[in-house]
């Protein structure tokens, strides 16, 4: 299968996995090695990646010499928000620019301002920052975040951390169809089950963190949205059967059989 791509860099796996909300670093560690993900996003307002001296650092224990690391915004409700915190990260990981722009609408629902996100899309872009960028799931939008520079476009399946899986799959086919640049769903994916139909639909990646983190057991979920996600990537890649309503269809041939 062919691999992906994001920003000219390929990776075999298609699943992106967050680093927050696990018991310790330990299961994260743990979570993230059964999740089988190379890319892992990092919330630089909450997670300590050297920031402070004398707190344990997710680098010692999910080296980035081992995985691409994607500084997100999580926690920033306005464009410079956004913008000033993917600074700071880029000169905390050494001119790292592979960053996850978001920026969030309201502390309930964590939907998605997207007048904000395309401006700090913009300054970020001209910025020499290789943006991917979590939105609505409104094709408009999503074809003008491609148009910026935007290197991937991430809209959600439902809202952050719901677990409702995909609530509106017209709309991510249209993106989907729409746009050149990696589809990658992100947020709301509840189970193995969301994933693979995601995946089915023909996104290019999908990213989670609390399906896993949220699991009774993380580190088997891992296991479990890995599998997944391939599976429905070879389900998308070998075309599902045509859907037939009120048409029955005999799996074995009707011809040529035994006593005829």
Known sequence: MNPLVIAGKTYNSRLLVGTGKYKDFNQTRQAIEASGAEIVTVAIRR????????????????????????????????????IRTLRLARELLDGHDLV????????????????????????????????????????????????????????????IGSGMGILNPWNLQIIIDRISVPVVVDAGVGTASDAAIAMELGCDAVLMNTAIAGAQDPVLMARAMKKAVEAGREAFLAGRMPKKIYQASPSSPTTGMIGT
């Open 100 to 159: 996850k722009l978001e920026v969030l609408g309201d502390p309930q629902s964590l939907y998605p301002n997207v007048v904000e996100t395309l401006k700090a899309a913009e300054v970020l872009v001209k910025d020499g920052f290789k943006v991917m960028v979590y939105t609505s799931d409104d094709p408009i939008i999503a074809k003008q975040l491609e148009d910026i520079g935007c290197v991937a476009v991430m809209p959600l399946a439902s809202l």
């Open 47 to 82: 997670t300590n990646i050297g920031q402070d001296p004398n707190q344990p650092s997710l680098l010692d224990a999910v080296p980035p010499s081992k995985y691409t690391y994607l500084p997100n915004t999580a926690g920033c409700y306005t464009a410079d928000d956004a």
